[in-house]
């Protein structure tokens, strides 16, 4: 079985979700597919969230939007037999649960820890909604996943708890899969108190790798919106180029140090239980991809990627770290960028500077160390 992990973009269309109709559909093996909530969906429901405890009512515009928008695509990608019972649960879970929430927190002065607790569920409803839509489009049996992600309180945060979270999943889902399953990503439930919580924003991408790692998935898919991982950023550097192969040290490296395709927690648990994991694009899924797995890139250097003030540069292990480093610092000391390296680990070397100079220095890197930037 395999895990397919699918992102805002991937579930935020009706053109988007044909794509992840065929591809879900070309699979012969029973798959778990986690959805994200509608690409935007997050952002509105966060900042709705701050209208209402505004006293503003103008969140009510963007509720109709939002539903509005669900309701289009459930006429657009949902089987006809399908629709009705479709649009009923996204109204009335729209109308009720999210607006009454909304509502509450408009009309009323509640308590600081109730808006706490509320903002983390009115935060899961994407997922809810996404969910719903794409469980009907594929004909899928539906698992609700804070039923099986949970977490634990630790320092004022909301953090996953392990070890529950992984019996729950092989409870759930260990024994005679169906063809299709869905559940979504991010939302979670507090271990203690079954409070809605969630794994952070991005967090869809971790859930599915706490699934496939304690299923022992053949596979992990993450079906994004680029083709995978990059050699840098390619706002920064337009040049960036796909790295097919990447080591999960090395992903991980590349995660830590800012590179954004994956939800950097997402790499530890595939690395442990030892799952090839694809980062591939739903709109171009001809296109090979990267596969994060046991064998390292084929490049000396895979990439250059950078967070605040630091740039890290990932490379094959044995690859001289040393001579790289060096060679990085003399082409960045002759355009008067200063550096110093801060951490290390075996495959990747982290530099600190000043944060104005960051996209420069990673152009620079590129540049010298790829060959092009
Ligand atoms: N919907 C959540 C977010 O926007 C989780 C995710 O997309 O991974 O952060
Ligand atoms: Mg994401």
């Known amino acids: 079985m ?26 012969t093996e029973p798959v778990i597919v986690v959805v994200s909530a509608l690409g935007g969906v997050t952002n509105q429901l966060l900042s709705m969230t701050e209208q209402a405890l505004g006293k503003d009512s103008a969140y009510e515009a963007t509720l109709a939007q939002l539903e509005e928008r669900h309701m289009g695509i459930i006429s657009d990608v949902v089987p006809g037999e399908r629709q009705q019972e479709c649009r009923e649960f996204v109204g009335e879970f729209i109308s009720m649960s999210l607006g009454g929430m909304l509502r509450m927190l408009c009309l009323n002065d509640v308590p600081a820890d109730i808006v706490a607790d509320m903002r983390k569920s009115i935060v899961s409803c994407g997922e809810i909604l996404s969910s719903a ?11 609700y996943a804070p039923g099986f992600i949970k977490t634990r309180r630790r320092d004022g945060e909301d953090v996953l708890d392990k070890e529950q979270t992984a019996g729950l999943i092989r409870k759930e889902m260990g024994s005679q899969l169906p063809a299709v399953t869905v559940t979504q990503g991010f939302i979670s439930h507090d271990a203690a108190t079954d409070k809605d919580t969630n794994l952070g924003r991005g967090g869809s991408d971790f859930t599915a790798a706490l699934i496939a790692a304690a299923l022992g998935a053949d596979a992990l898919e993450i079906w994004t919106d680029v083709d995978g991982f990059l050699s840098a950023d390619p706002r920064v550097v337009p040049e960036a180029r796909l790295i097919s192969r990447l ?14 395709v994956v939800y950097y927690p997402t790499i530890a ?16 899924p001809e296109s090979l991809g990267t596969l994060i797995g046991n064998e390292m890139s084929d490049e000396a250097v895979a990439g250059v990627t950078s967070k605040d003030d630091t740039v890290t540069v990932v490379t094959r292990t ?19 960028i200063a550096l110093c390296p801060v951490s290390r680990t075996p495959q990747s070397v982290t530099f600190r500077l000043m944060h104005d100079d960051v996209a420069q220095a990673v152009r620079l890197a590129h540049k010298a160390l790829l060959g092009q930037g």
């Open 133 to 143: 839509i794409v469980t009907m489009m594929l004909g899928a049996v539906p698992r």
């Open 269 to 284: 648990p595939v690395r442990e239980a030892g799952i090839p994991t694809w980062v591939k694009n739903t709109f171009r």
């Open 247 to 260: 080591s999960f040290a090395q992903a991980e490296d590349l995660c830590n140090g800012g590179a954004k």
């Open 2 to 27: 395999k895990v397919l992990k699918f992102g805002g973009t991937s579930v935020g269309s009706t053109a988007s979700l044909l794509k992840v109709k065929e591809i879900v559909g070309r699979e």
């Open 318 to 336: 044995g690859a001289h770290l040393a001579g790289i480093a060096d060679q990085l610092m003399r082409a960045l000391m002759a355009d008067d």
